[in-house]
Structure formats: C-alpha cells, structure tokens
C-alpha cells in the first residue's frame, strides 16, 4: 500500500474498530440460535457450543504464526485479504447449513481471523505511539461491541430469514467497511523493522513473565466467553421467551466491554501507571463474588450478568500493555500475538466445557463455578 496523503489516526482507529465489530459479531454468531440449532439439527448443548471453541481453536493454533508474520511483512494487506476469506467462507455456512460442515468451516473460518484482530491491535498501538494504552483500550471496545451486536440482532435476523442467515448477516458489511480501512491505512507512516533471526523469535518466548500475564489472561477472557456464549441460552431457561428483550439482555453483557476495556486500559496509564497489576485484581476478586451469585438469582440475576460482563472485560487492556512492554520492540505483534493465544485457551475450553457441564448436571450452577 503506497501513502496517499497525511494520515488521519481517529479515521483510522474507527475503521479498524468497525472490521472487528463485525468480526466478532460473526464469531459469536451461533449462540444466539443454539435453541434453533439444537431443534433442527437434533445436537447436543456441547455440540452447539463446539461452534464456537472450534473456532477459538483454530485463531489460537494459528496466532502465533501470524504474529511472526506481521513482525515481518506489511499487516494491512493481510487484513484485507484475511478478511475477504472469511466473508466466502462464512456464505459456505449460509448456504449449507450442516452441523458437521459448519463445525468443519468454522474451524476454517478461524485461521484467518488470527491475521486480522492482532495486526489490527498492533497497527492501532502503532498510530498512537504515545498513549496506546488508551488507543489499544478504545480499539478492544470493537470485540465486546461486535459480541453485543451478534447477540442483539441475531434474534431477529434468525426470525425474519432463519438462523443460518446469521452467518453472513455480519460479514456482509465489511464489503462497507474494507475499503474505508484500505484507505485511511495506506497512508500510515511506514514503521522502522530491526531485523531478528527465527532463533531471536524463539528465544523471546522464555519470558517467565509474559507466561504469568497469558495465564492470567486465559481466565479473564474464559469468564469473559462463557458469559457472552451461553447468556442467551441461560436467560431462556429463566423465562424469558420474548426474542427482542432476549436479544437486548444478552447484549448488554458484552456490551460492557464496550466501556470497561477503554476504562480499564485508561486506569492502567493514569492512577494505576505505576503497578498496573492492581486493574485485574479488582476484576478478578469482584468477578468471582458475582460469578458464585448468579445462579442462585434466575431473573434477579440479571444485573449481575450485566456486572460480570463488565468484570471480565475490565483489564483486557492491560494485558496488552503489559506484554508490549516485556517484549522487545521488535516483536510487539509477536506480543500481541502471544497474548491472544493464550487467552484464547481459555475462551476454545470455555464453551464447550459448559455446555458438557450442563448437559452433565442438567443445570448452570456448574458451569458458573467453573
């Protein structure tokens, strides 16, 4: 991508937030319509919620990959290109709505997705070098929001069309929003790489530290994706059979993230700058007071759902910042990278376990204390 004129970071930081709003919308696509799945295609809970850790499996088997990768090579054209795979594969699962052929494609579908968010992270800390903490905050808004709008309009898109038509309902629009990211990237200021050998890259793993801040990682975003995966269904089998109060209710759990990210990533540079550790202790202690709560509440709960998302978005950002911090420079996107792969362990375990659990107990207090 050649500079086309002065670079605009806010047009820029909008249109990457916007790709990975409908990434994850896609991503978390199914959870809305587990019911209808598991009717139509007569499969289990734990069969339905593999949709979705199959897909975390293949971004993490993938992750650390890509972030050699985009140490390497230019980052914005393997958006671009990552993303339109996506967008035919995700047409496959629309038009052949079979469990083992989706289960199949989703797998597919999720190596590609590991060359789009971290580059994305990466490119934004980049732009702004001087508060990425704030930056890369505001950008992890786009995950959350992206979860909160697959869970709200997913609901209704499955209604009107039927619920394979969730699967192009939100890539679709990066038809919209590609070319706007193709744009305002192009004309970021090329970035100065040191060069390392295969033997650097490996040897930038046995940091005791960055293992301590991924592990920590894992637990967050494994709270962070049974809370927005299995909501849905949990809040149905409270009562409520209404899909637009369901859509609403199960959005505003990630939907949190949308402000507790930023908030969290804004801590860690400001009140917390000299020990940021103390944003994800507050999240963890709060998260597993409510998590024990819940489901003793059904629709009492609600609020608490609402907490919990908030919770476990919370110091998403710091993990980032952390981890840039404990790398080299040269490898950032590796650090990125490496942060999502490991978190994303967490999150592949998280669904499919508490659908197991579930299925198991014939309740959800198991799978909260898990």
Known sequence: MRPGGPFHPRA?????????????????????VFPDMKNDLQVSNAQVGALISVYLVAILLFQVPAGYVIDRRDPRKIIVGSSLLVLALSVVMYLVPR???MLAVRFLAGIPVAFIFVPSAYLVSRAFAETPGRAVGVFLSGPPAGVALGNLLGPTVAQAF?????????????????????????????RNQEPFTLADYVAAFRNLELWKVGAV??????????YASWSPTYLVGSGIASA????????????????????????????????????????FVLLVL???????????????????????????S?????????????????????????????GAISPGLAGYLVDLTGSFLSAFAM
């Open 12 to 32: 820029f930081l909008f249109a990457t937030w916007a790709v990975t709003v409908f990434s994850n919308a896609f991503y978390i696509s199914p959870a809305p």
């Open 290 to 316: 409510v998590s024990g709560l819940v489901p003793f509440l059904q629709l009492g709960a609600i609020p608490l759902l609402i907490a919990a998302g908030f919770l476990a978005n919370f110091p998403f």
């Open 217 to 226: 990682f894992a637990c967050s975003y494994a709270a962070y994706i049974f």
């Open 162 to 190: 039927g619920w394979p038509s969730v699967f192009i309902a939100f890539t679709l629009p990066w038809l919209v929003f590609l070319p706007l990211f193709y744009v305002y990237a192009r004309d970021m200021p090329p």
């Open 318 to 346: 710091v993990y980032y910042i952390l981890s840039a911090q404990i790398m080299p420079q040269k490898f950032t996107g590796t650090a990125y990278a490496f942060m999502n792969t490991i978190s994303l362990i967490g």
């Open 244 to 283: 637009a109060i369901l859509g609403i209710l199960s959005a505003a759990i990630p939907a949190a993230g949308i402000l507790s990210r930023p908030v969290g990533g804004y801590l860690a540079e400001t009140r917390f700058s000299l020990d940021k550790r103390r944003v994800p202790m507050m999240a």
């Open 99 to 101: 469990y083992d052929v």
